[in-house]
Nanobody
Framework: QVQLVESGGGLVQAGGSLRLSCAASGGIFSIDVMGWYRQAPGLQRELVAKITSGGIKNYADSVRGRFTISRDNAKNTVYLQMNSLEPQDTAVYYC????????????????WGQGTQVTVSS
């Protein structure tokens, strides 16, 4: 059973920083893309940043230059360093992993974490 466990959310003032972590476990051999998405109340879930196993990164325009995504392939863990946080960054942040190899009968494909709340006060 694949599990993604997130940590690092919380309440911070505008201009502050937070670091999110997400560890994937459960018979996983390989993950190609890991990413962070967020969902604010009343809005659709949106991509924040994603990173391939080879280190290729993509960012939403709204966070480019402020957020940095990284990963540790050996630990199946992805991180999101968030600096210069703004009130509009307030949302539930979800980790995503696309598993491409695992111990049978683990299902291959997309998995999601439970979400971690990030609140930025003005």
């Amino acid at each position: 059973q694949v599990q993604l466990v997130e940590s690092g959310g919380g309440l911070v003032q505008a201009g502050g920083s937070l670091r999110l972590s997400c560890a994937a476990s459960g018979g996983i051999f390989s993950i190609d893309v890991m990413g962070w998405y967020r969902q604010a109340p009343g809005l659709q879930r949106e991509l924040v940043a994603k990173i391939t196993s080879g280190g290729i990164k993509n960012y939403a325009d709204s966070v480019r230059g402020r957020f940095t995504i990284s990963r540790d392939n050996a630990k199946n863990t992805v991180y999101l360093q968030m600096n210069s946080l703004e009130p509009q960054d307030t949302a539930v942040y979800y980790c995503n992993a696309h598993v491409i190899a695992a111990v049978a009968p683990v299902r291959l494909g997309d998995y999601w974490g439970q979400g971690t709340q990030v609140t930025v006060s003005s």
